[in-house]
């Protein structure tokens, strides 16, 4: 095997990786954090001693300071303002949280606490670490969010983008194969099963700052692998959308959406 040149790549790729990562946080730091927020938030483990939560939540507090100094120190941003912020919204965050827990746990027949959702259903997990991505993103901090927001996705199939926006309380139920796309609104009280689509109706770049995406108004469920797509499409309050719907048109408040397609049943020939 001929020895390879590799002096051209080298240089290429130090050229492109600096220019890159220094706009860009460091993935294995953002995870890091969150994973840090969320067991101060709700602990799995032992519950530390009352002395420590103060320690830990400054420990926190540092941590996303040095991500944020890591790629955004030219940008203008004020980061001591931006980490002021966000954790002075912190307790906020919490009790939307705690609401979101409670209408899993009270809806859910399989739920026995709410405990049990915080520590374990991927659609709690899911809209936890949204809330928190969404306080980064109207706080103006970039591509963080964003990849915060994926590791969730990746970890229970449930892809929310943090720019869309979500009201309390919001359920979440199974949640594998669920999309909710960038300009997505939805109200309160609002609940969604697996499978469901808010998308839009077509993609291009150049629609980059238009609504693409639907308006679920309050109290409207959303049954399993039902799609609705259009900036303009608006599901009205108080309406249930069966499974398996298409929609791309607006839907009055207090409506019934089904799918009318027939199964059909036949019962094979016995064969004594």
Do not use: C
Request: hydrophobic residues 40%; without cysteine.
């Amino acid at each position: 095997m001929k020895n390879l040149n590799t002096r051209s790549l080298i240089d290429l790729l130090k050229k492109t990786h600096n220019a890159e990562w220094e706009a860009t946080p460091s993935s294995v730091d953002a995870i890091a954090w969150l994973d840090g927020l969320l067991q101060f938030l709700f602990p799995s483990n032992h519950l530390p001693k009352s002395s420590a939560y103060e320690g830990i939540l400054k420990k926190n507090q540092i941590d996303l300071e040095n991500i944020l100094l890591s790629y955004l120190e030219p940008s203008g941003i004020d980061i001591d303002d931006v980490v002021d912020k966000f954790y002075h919204s912190l307790e906020g965050i919490y009790q939307d949280l705690r609401h979101d827990a409670n209408k899993i746990n009270e809806y859910d027949p399989a739920s026995h606490s709410v405990n049990e959702v915080i520590v374990s259903y991927p659609g709690f997990y899911a809209i936890a670490v949204y809330r928190i991505a969404n306080r980064l993103v109207r706080l103006g901090i970039p591509v963080l969010p964003r990849i915060l927001s994926e590791y969730a996705h990746g970890k229970t199939g449930v892809d929310i983008h943090p720019n869309a926006a979500i009201g309390v309380p919001f359920m979440i139920d199974h949640g594998t194969g669920i999309v909710i796309g960038a300009t997505s609104i939805i109200g309160q009280n609002v609940s969604i099963y697996q499978g469901v689509t808010l998308g839009a109706l077509q993609v291009a770049k150049n629609l980059a700052l238009t609504k693409r995406h639907p308006t679920v108004e309050d109290n409207v469920i959303i049954y399993a692998r039902t799609t609705i797509l259009g900036g303009d499409t608006v599901i009205g309050k108080n309406s249930v959308i069966g499974g398996s719907v298409f929609l791309t048109r607006s839907v009055e408040p207090n409506s019934q959406v089904f799918n009318t397609h027939q199964l059909r049943i036949v019962q094979k020939d016995s064969q004594d």
